[in-house]
C-alpha cells in the first residue's frame, strides 16, 4: 500500500474515558478493492451490508462481505460528458448515483496545461436496482456541487458546498423539498455529514467551526461539540474534522485529515473514547475523506491515496 497505512503495529492508542474497553475498541481490518477503485469520490453500504463504490467516472464496484469484488457497474452512460458525484443506498436495496453533467478541456494550472472536468450545469440522479438496472432518471432541482449524500426517512440528503447547506430531495421527481443548516465554514470544498437515524438527526462536519453540528430534520440546530487543539479530544490542524458517521451504538467516529486520525466519540461527542493509531494516511493535503458504516459498525474509510477502501471494526 506504498506504506501509507501502517500495519506495522496492531495496537490502538486508545483514550479510555468512561466506558473503556466495554464500549468495544476498534481496530483496522482489512483494505478492500486495490487495483479497481483509482479516482474514489465516494462509499456506502447496501442493504446487504456490501460496500459500494463510486468513481469519478460514473463506474460502481460492489465488494461483499469479505471484499471480494461481485459485481463492475458502468452507471453514467458517458463517463465523457459526465462526472460522479455520490452514491446513496435505501433500504429497499436501490441505489442512487448523482453525477453531474459537462465535459473534459484542456486548461492552464501553474503554467502547465492538464485535463480537467468542467461542469456545464446540471446534476441527475439514476435510480439503479441492486442488479445495476437503471429504473430511473431524474434532475436534481437547485443541485449545485454535490460532495456527499445519505438517506433518511425516505428523503435523498445531499450536502452542497455551493450552496452551503444540505439539500432534502424527494428522490422520484429529483424536487427540493427542503434544506439543513446555512453558513458552515466550508473550506477546499469539503464537505461532509451523517446521519443518525435512531434520533432522526443530521450531523455536519463544520471543519471551519472545527465543530460538529447537530441539526434535527426540521432544519432547526441542536447543538454542537468540538473544538481546536493538539490533544486528542480536540480536532486538529487548519480546519477539521472532513467527515464522520454514526456507529450502530450511537457513537459517533470522525476522520481529520493532514495528518489523518480517526477518533471514536460517545453519542454527545463529550468524551473521546478511541484513537484508532493504525489508520494513519489517508488523504493528502486538504481533502474530503469519503466515508460509511454498515448494520455490524464496521467502518470503510477512502484512502484516495492508495486508491482502496479501509476497512475498521470491532476488535475481536
Known amino acids: 500500500m506504498r506504506g501509507t497505512v501502517s500495519f506495522v503495529s496492531a495496537l490502538l492508542v486508545a483514550i479510555q474515558v468512561a466506558r473503556g474497553a466495554s464500549a468495544g475498541e476498534y481496530a483496522l481490518l482489512q483494505t478492500i478493492g486495490q487495483g479497481e477503485l483509482n479516482n474514489l469520490v465516494c462509499v456506502a453500504c447496501d442493504k446487504d451490508d456490501r460496500v459500494v463504490a463510486l468513481r469519478k467516472d460514473g463506474t460502481i464496484k460492489i465488494f461483499d462481505k469479505k471484499g471480494k469484488m461481485v459485481q463492475s457497474i458502468p452507471a453514467v452512460p458517458d463517463p465523457k460528458t459526465e462526472c460522479g458525484l455520490v452514491v446513496v443506498c435505501d433500504s429497499k436495496g436501490n441505489i442512487y448515483v448523482v453525477s453531474e453533467k459537462g465535459e473534459y478541456k484542456e486548461v492552464a494550472m501553474g503554467g502547465r496545461k492538464t485535463t480537467r472536468f ?67 465554514r466550508l473550506y477546499c470544498g469539503i464537505f461532509g455529514f451523517a446521519v443518525d437515524s435512531a434520533r432522526n438527526d443530521i450531523l455536519v462536519a463544520n471543519l471551519g467551526a472545527f465543530s460538529v453540528d447537530r441539526y ?93 477502501i479501509v476497512k475498521c471494526g470491532p476488535k475481536k
Do not use: W
Open 216 to 308: 434535527g430534520l426540521d432544519g432547526k440546530q441542536k447543538n454542537r461539540f468540538g473544538k481546536r487543539g493538539e490533544d486528542p479530544s480536540s480536532f486538529h490542524g487548519c480546519c477539521n474534522p472532513v467527515n464522520l458517521v454514526v456507529l450502530p451504538d450511537g457513537r459517533l467516529l470522525t476522520a481529520e485529515k493532514d495528518s489523518t486520525r480517526i477518533k471514536i466519540y460517545d453519542a454527545e461527542g463529550k468524551k473521546c473514547e478511541q484513537v484508532l493509531g493504525d489508520v494513519t494516511k489517508l488523504v493528502e493535503g486538504c481533502a474530503y475523506m469519503p466515508m460509511a458504516v454498515d448494520k455490524s459498525g464496521n467502518v470503510y474509510l477512502a484512502s484516495l491515496v492508495n486508491d482502496c
Open 118 to 184: 468542467v461542469p456545464s450545469g446540471g446534476v441527475v440522479c439514476r435510480t439503479l436496482d441492486d442488479t445495476g438496472k437503471q429504473l430511473k432518471e431524474v434532475a436534481l432541482q437547485g443541485a449545485g456541487s454535490i460532495t456527499s449524500g445519505a438517506f433518511a426517512q425516505g428523503k435523498l440528503l445531499l450536502a452542497d458546498r455551493q450552496a452551503g447547506t444540505v439539500l432534502v430531495y424527494d428522490p422520484n421527481t429529483g424536487s427540493k423539498v427542503g434544506s439543513i443548516g446555512k453558513n458552515f
